[in-house]
């Protein structure tokens, strides 16, 4: 399984959307909060091309995207390969 990281706060209801998906999967995550974790917004930023809201997902080092690409990503079949090492074809709708 790849490493996946989440950057959140904790009252954004798609962080907690997000959440429920890749907890529904058993999957791991590391979470982030950018407003506990210090310079944890300009390190997400940087990550995610400028995209400055929250969440940002990445599995691995690949940029997910945010709450709805990572839904998109999960109806297209393409986000368990992904999870489990063998998407690095499939394309997030981040990449688009
Ligand atoms: N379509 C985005 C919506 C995310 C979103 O609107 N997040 C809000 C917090 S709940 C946010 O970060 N707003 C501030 C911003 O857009 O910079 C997703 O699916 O992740």
């Known amino acids: 399984m790849q490493p996946v990281t989440i950057y959140t706060t904790a009252w954004c209801p798609y962080c907690s959307a997000a959440k429920s998906l890749l907890k529904e999967k058993g999957v ?3 979470e982030i909060d950018v407003e506990k974790t ?3 917004r300009a390190a997400m930023v940087q990550r995610a091309g400028g995209r400055t809201s929250v969440p940002q997902i990445f599995v691995g080092e690949r940029h997910v995207g945010g ?3 990572l839904y998109a990503l ?3 079949g393409k986000l368990d390969p992904l999870l ?3 998407g690095s074809a499939a394309v997030g709708v981040a990449d688009a």
Request: glycine share 20%; aromatic share 6%.
């Open 28 to 30: 791991t995550f590391q």
């Open 38 to 40: 210090q310079g944890g």
């Open 67 to 69: 709450c709805d690409d």
């Open 74 to 76: 999960d109806r297209a």
């Open 84 to 86: 489990n090492g063998a």
